[in-house]
């Protein structure tokens, strides 16, 4: 990825950018986000399969200094994050690089965000089979069963809150579940606390994940909750034809409405 | 004489259900004394957190109701809360919540009969499949958990 | 290093101990194979799932002396009448904690002093009192392990009431440590015997990175030191190190149910929060990350030997592993102490 660098280097030494948001060597093994901000330690940038964070989580932050150009290394779900993020009016384009990496590991430079729109249109966006699979296992279930599966999962869940914060698009300056009058969401740990909490979360990210799995990545006790929103995303693409992180100016699928969508349980 | 009696809320709207609802009582049709209704502006209001409270409360069953499809007071309310029930109501049957306990419908202020026969349907419904003990289970979960 | 007499428990009595414990009402803690990884779970018999070469559990048994919700008592009020109920304290479990690594067992001694700091909480003081702690000394470790920088090593019995070592034919060398222990050896007598052995060499060598004391010196002054932003950029804010933290004592107090009946509930919190330290008038007096990472750092290796004479910290390592984007404390911490304080 020398070309990465390369690239790294110019961007600061024009000031283009004033941050570049990418990965570095991390310990024990492992890749890290890193932010650039001399071109003498772009020398550090690295991309390879490691680096999986889904780096749109600091584009919302507001932890960078105002005022500052930033580049973002962005994969195909950083891509997906940036796009839903613009889509939601999250990000000033005049302020935001976006440097693609290809899943062939080539550089794309975007003009702007449309022509990442453009590129994300032209890729393979379908559910993989993997993917599928996992919902099927839990959908062939009986209630019974999956309200077990659930219980149990749940029940592990001490509230650390890493979805919350890995997810690029919680984005809320007063999250729902910090929220105290009322109190929406039952705050100690316990069952009902987790139950309400798990579903808010879903809700609230309901056909507006665009399937990272960054949520149960980070959690620390491996919670499959990734599938809460992977389930509704599917269920939001069925029914209304709507997913996420595919265009800068549709509206998203719970802000709007058609008078014929079908279902088939009011009465 | 020790048949469960269930416990069900009812959201409805102010503008077509409550006034149908109204209209079932001075009609003075009989129906199922079970039934909590409480009163919100619209459907779009309703979010779905209130039904995880009643329920968290110790509701058995829920009847969620408003204006039909082109009679929203709001023109657009009860559209947008039929996509979130559509949304919703997928989550809760994936989480195994038992969707049947939840009742969906349109009521219209000139249909008190309906009302009526909305809320015995339902309520005969939750009798059937009884106290909702999954739900009361996790809620009165020992408090002391323990790590692991 | 030198032959000692140890007390032998082999590998074909375990069963035996484990029934025993379970029989006299103990409810035993023990680190269990599940797949790839080993967690904490309880068990009633000693089974061979029970992994006693595990490097390091995601979770710390911390939740047995501090559970994550504990409800601390219901309380009724009609009109004039307000009346409290506290849990029946003699009905708390009596914990046998199995198999605990070094780094765990002497974490018990923090969360003690901070739970009788000012004001002695009978919760916690309760659940330490019924728990007797069976420690295990390492003989594998990894890159994330660091106890013998924070002055543990992986065969020290500090914490535990019984310290076990694995020796090469799969028994365990057992030291007695506290009378707690004695309780546990004169319950089961008959299934100890005797032997002269060499401790040390079964243990793992855990490098030390840095020398405690020097980074307390350092940390003296460090308060506007420019380390701190620089390592917290990438934080993203969650409680998974507070959380997996064996030491951790963050939390938050909660009145569930209704004004004339509920309950207030304990539960854990996280000084990583953005919202721990926010006031109701709209301060914040830790507003950005940087603060809370700087708070997290000193609280355990500044303030509390300072006011409670013990570090927070025990080298388990387990923060820097669950931290989804890599924040690892020994590395920081070295850094610390090689980088300026002011710029």
Redesign the interface.
């Known amino acids: 990825m020398d070309k990465l660098k390369q690239l790294a280097k110019e961007l600061l030494s024009n000031n283009q950018v004033q941050i570049i948001v990418g990965y570095e060597e ?3 093994g ?6 650039i901000s001399s071109p003498d330690q772009a020398d550090t940038l690295i991309y390879d399969e490691r680096c999986i ?1 889904n780096l749109a ?1 600091y584009l919302t ?1 507001h ?1 960078l200094p105002g005022n500052t150009k930033i580049a973002v290394i962005a994969s195909f779900p950083v891509m997906k994050s940036i796009i839903t993020l613009a889509s939601e009016k999250q990000l000033d384009e005049n302020f935001i690089k976006v440097i693609g990496i290809s899943k062939d590991n080539n550089i794309i430079e975007f003009k702007d965000f449309a022509d990442i729109e453009r590129y994300i249109n032209q890729q393979d966006l379908s559910f993989t089979p993997e993917e599928q699979a996992l919902i099927d296992k ?2 062939a ?1 009986s ?9 149990n999962e749940f ?1 592990r869940c ?5 979805c ?3 997810c690029p698009m919680c984005y809320c300056t007063l999250c ?1 579940t ?1 929220f105290n009058q009322p109190q ?10 987790n ?2 909490w798990h ?2 979360r ?2 609230h990210l ?2 507006r994940c665009i399937g990272c799995d ?1 949520c149960s ?2 959690c ?2 491996d919670l499959p909750i990734n599938l ?1 929103t992977k ?2 995303s599917m ?2 693409q069925k ?2 034809g709507y997913s996420a992180g595919q265009s800068l100016t549709e509206p998203y ?2 802000s ?4 014929d ?1 079908k ?1 088939t ?3 | 004489m020790n048949e469960f009696e269930p416990k069900v809320v009812a959201f409805v709207c102010n503008w077509c259900t409550y006034a149908g609802a109204d209209l079932t009582g001075t009609s003075r049709i009989k129906y199922a004394p079970n039934v909590k209704i409480i009163r919100f502006p619209c459907t779009g209001r309703i979010d779905f957190m209130l039904i995880l409270k009643a329920f968290a409360k110790g509701a058995d069953g829920i009847i969620i109701s408003g204006c039909h499809p082109n009679d929203c007071h709001y023109t657009s309310g009860n559209f947008h809360a039929k996509r979130r029930w559509m949304v919703f109501r997928t989550m809760l049957d994936f989480l195994g919540v038992d969707v049947n306990r939840i009742t969906f419908s349109w009521v219209s202020a000139a249909e008190g009969a309906r009302w009526a026969e909305i809320v015995n349907t339902t309520v005969d419904g939750i009798k059937k499949l009884g106290p909702y003990d999954n739900y009361r289970k996790m809620v009165n979960e020992e408090t002391e958990v323990n790590n692991g | 290093m030198a032959t000692e007499n140890y007390k032998l428990l082999k590998k074909e009595s375990l069963p035996a101990l484990f029934d025993k414990l379970t029989a006299s009402g103990k409810t035993i803690y023990a680190p269990v194979k599940n797949g790839e990884k080993t967690e904490f779970d309880v068990v009633t018999k000693y089974s061979n799932d029970i992994n006693d070469e595990y490097i390091q559990t995601v979770q710390s048994l911390k939740g047995t002396v501090f559970p994550k919700v504990e409800k601390l008592f219901d309380y009724k009020s009609d009109k004039t009448d307000t009346s409290i109920q506290e849990p029946d304290f003699s009905k708390f479990p009596q914990n046998v904690l199995w198999g605990l690594h070094p780094c765990d067992a002497a974490a018990f001694r923090p969360l003690d002093a901070t739970f009788r700091w000012d004001y002695d909480d009978k919760y916690f003081l309760t659940r330490m009192k019924l728990t007797t702690v069976v420690g295990l000394s390492c003989s594998k470790h990894d890159d994330y392990c660091f106890c013998t920088s924070v002055d543990i090593s992986p065969a020290s019995s500090d914490g535990s009431d019984i310290m076990l070592t694995k020796n090469k034919a799969g028994d365990y060398l057992v030291e007695i440590v506290t009378e707690k222990g004695q309780e546990v050896y004169d319950m089961a007598k008959e299934l100890f015997g005797e032997i002269s052995d060499d401790k040390e060499s079964y243990i793992t060598d855990v490098p030390k990175k840095f020398d405690l004391n020097e980074l307390n010196k350092n940390l003296d002054g460090s308060f506007e030191a420019p380390y701190w932003l620089a390592q917290s950029m990438r934080c993203i804010g969650c409680g998974a190190c507070a959380y997996v933290c064996p030491t951790c004592t963050c939390f938050d107090l909660q009145d569930e149910g209704a004004a004339n009946k509920g309950s207030r509930i304990k539960c854990w919190d996280s000084c990583g929060f953005g919202h721990f330290t926010l006031h109701t008038s709209g301060h914040n007096p830790r507003e950005t990350q940087s603060q809370r990472w700087r708070q997290r750092i000193l609280h355990k290796f500044s303030y509390m030997p300072d006011r409670i004479k013990v570090f927070g910290c025990m080298g388990c390592g387990r923060c820097s592993r669950a931290c989804p984007v890599d924040m690892n404390i020994s590395e920081n911490l070295i850094k610390i102490m090689e980088e300026p304080k002011n710029e």
Request: a positive charge; charged letters at 25%; proline letters at 5%.
């Open positions: 991390g310990t024990v492992k890749a890290r986000p890193a932010f964070h989580v932050q932890k839990i959908d279930m209630m019974e069963e999956r309200w077990e599966y659930w219980q029940s001490f509230k650390c809150y890493a919350r914060s890995a729902i910090d929406w969401v039952s705050v100690p740990s316990h069952k009902l606390g139950f309400e579903i808010n879903a809700m309901a056909g960054e990545r980070a620390p006790l809460l389930k509704l269920d939001i029914q209304f699928a719970l709007t409405y058609k008078p969508d279902e349980f009011i009465r």
